[in-house]
């Protein structure tokens, strides 16, 4: 897109409209680009054909910074997700809701959104409760909001029971595996463990942290 004007003319209410309009469109191209167009047109003000193509440039450069910084959005892909206590598997099975996989992720841009639903037949292992992210998902713990911040809710369903709410909070450079997230039920501190936990209990949860080497756009 490029527009040349050849000469000068006094600019009309109308025509002020129009270049003003230039002058927004070139400051509003993506939020976090914005900015002051290089001239701005005011009413009786004689209307130069090197500010007008001065704008549209202007416009053109910042279209072609944002090509491609779309964000990607993935479909939902299933994955074993796995439950620790400190570093000792604990066995798991499906969900009694039909559920076909024990985790699934999908991207969003530079983040992963995470669902993790499964029933915990017996837990007596001592120690935090983990869950595993994906093979190969490292979390960006420089993006992250903090130590022991929540990325997410959950819910653990006790059988003929009512369910008990927990938050999920984002791995820590202390725990031992840099892809896990554990969990911390509502108003209590410190992680679930397995005395938490009775037979045949069902955990869900839903949570999105940011991942290393992902970026907005590529």
Request: include cysteine.
């Amino acid at each position: 897109m490029r527009n040349h004007v050849d000469y000068e003319m006094k600019i009309s209410r109308r025509q002020t409209w129009i270049a003003a309009l230039i002058g927004i469109a070139a400051s509003l191209v993506v939020g976090t680009y914005a900015s002051a167009a290089p001239k701005a047109f005011f009413a009786n003000e004689v209307l130069k054909a090197d500010d007008l193509n001065a704008n549209f440039n202007d416009i053109e450069t910042r279209l072609g910074s944002v090509q491609g910084k779309e964000t990607t959005v993935t479909a939902w892909t299933n994955y074993d997700a796995e439950m620790t206590a400190d570093t000792t598997p604990v066995t798991t099975t499906l969900d009694v809701n039909g559920a076909t996989a024990k985790g699934a992720w999908r991207r969003v841009g530079d983040s992963i959104d995470v669902r993790i639903s499964m029933q915990v037949p017996t837990c007596s292992t001592p120690g935090k409760l983990y869950w595993t992210l994906p093979n190969g998902v490292q979390p960006d713990l420089a993006k992250s909001a903090g130590t022991y911040l929540p990325i997410g809710h959950a819910f653990l369903a006790r059988p003929s029971s009512t369910s008990t709410s927990a938050l999920v909070v984002g791995p820590q450079p202390s725990g031992p595996n840099g892809n896990q997230v554990e969990l911390t039920t509502d108003g209590a501190l410190g992680a679930v463990r397995c005395s938490d936990f009775v037979p045949n209990e069902v955990v869900r949860m839903s949570f999105s942290l940011p991942v290393a080497g992902w970026e907005v756009g590529n």
